[in-house]
């Protein structure tokens, strides 16, 4: 949908009552002050105007963005202003390519943010399936912007390099929020770390159903002396959303601690 300025419409309403743009008399299409101040005229020309207003609002929602002016194409304006300059809906959009009969691409950008509350992070959720069940998004489209959300995770999963060295939690939570924020199953992965604290390697460890995840403390124990480790870190999400542990997961904790 492309949003024009309120003197623009205005103006092209002007000059459908009168065939000349008076830029004074734009104010009394909007608003007459005291009301015994509209003559029959002045009513029948504001009744007039609004009702061409509103035919060239729903004439300007009906262009396809081919029709749109070209700086305001989605592409075109990646190009001439940058990709910071789009919107989300717009990004969406260059994704999606086409739009449908009655959708450009940008409405079903916007339809598809407004499933999912213009979260970002609720958008890298959704399946291909999930995708689908959106009309005018097809496999191929669906397919796409999944590749694209992906892409985006695994950009953040190779900057991790930069920030191996283990201070404090937000450190080790910098490192696995790329890996589990968006998966709909647990996991449960170990971190290991030599004297300074350092990254030696992360390793899965096991993966389960929504419900849990079964962990072998041999293994985690087998792997450190590998490693020759230091100290590890032990880290798994939760599909929920509930950030309390529960009675397995302090079970499992303790019993790490135990064996190390």
Request: glycine content about 6%.
């Given at each position: 949908?492309?949003f024009f300025?309120?003197k623009y419409?205005l103006?092209q309403a002007d000059?459908n ?7 004074s008399s734009k104010?009394?299409?909007v608003?007459?002050s005291p ?9 029948f020309c ?9 035919s060239l609002i729903f ?5 396809k ?5 070209v700086?305001d ?6 190009i001439?202003?940058?990709?910071s300059?789009l919107?989300?809906?717009e990004?969406?959009?260059i994704?999606?390519s086409?739009?449908t009969?009655k959708?450009?691409a940008?409405d079903?950008?916007r339809e598809?943010l ?17 995708l689908?069940?959106i009309r005018g998004?097809?496999p191929?489209r669906?397919?796409t ?8 995770r695994r950009r ?12 404090c939690s937000?450190d080790v939570?910098?490192?696995?929020q790329?890996?589990?924020?968006d998966l709909?199953h647990?996991?449960f992965?170990?971190l290991f770390?030599?004297r300074?604290?350092r990254?030696?390697?992360r390793m899965k460890?096991?993966?389960g159903?929504?419900?849990g995840t079964?962990t ?6 087998k792997?450190a002396i590998?490693?020759?480790?230091s100290?590890?870190?032990v880290?798994?999400?939760h ?7 529960s009675e397995?997961d ?11």
């Amino acid at each position: 949908m492309v949003f024009f300025s309120l003197k623009y419409i205005l103006k092209q309403a002007d000059k459908n009552i009168s065939g000349n743009y008076n830029p004074s008399s734009k104010l009394h299409l909007v608003y007459y002050s005291p009301p015994e101040a509209v003559t029959k005229r002045g009513l029948f020309c504001l009744k007039k105007s609004y009702l061409y207003i509103v035919s060239l609002i729903f004439y300007f929602m009906s262009l396809k963005i081919t029709d749109w002016a070209v700086e305001d194409r989605p592409r075109e304006k990646l190009i001439r202003k940058g990709i910071s300059s789009l919107s989300d809906a717009e990004l969406l959009a260059i994704l999606i390519s086409s739009g449908t009969r009655k959708k450009s691409a940008v409405d079903l950008g916007r339809e598809l943010l407004g499933i999912v509350n213009n979260n970002l992070n609720s958008l890298g959720k959704l399946s291909v399936s999930d995708l689908l069940k959106i009309r005018g998004i097809g496999p191929a489209r669906a397919v796409t912007i999944s590749a694209a959300l992906e892409l985006g995770r695994r950009r953040n999963l190779a900057e991790l390099p930069d920030a191996n060295h283990i201070k404090c939690s937000k450190d080790v939570a910098d490192i696995f929020q790329p890996l589990l924020s968006d998966l709909s199953h647990e996991e449960f992965w170990v971190l290991f770390l030599n004297r300074s604290n350092r990254v030696i390697d992360r390793m899965k460890l096991s993966q389960g159903g929504i419900s849990g995840t079964v962990t072998d403390v041999r293994i985690v124990m087998k792997k450190a002396i590998e490693y020759l480790a230091s100290g590890i870190i032990v880290c798994h999400n939760h599909p929920s959303g509930n950030l309390n542990p529960s009675e397995s997961d302090t079970r499992i904790t303790q019993k790490i601690k135990d064996a190390g």
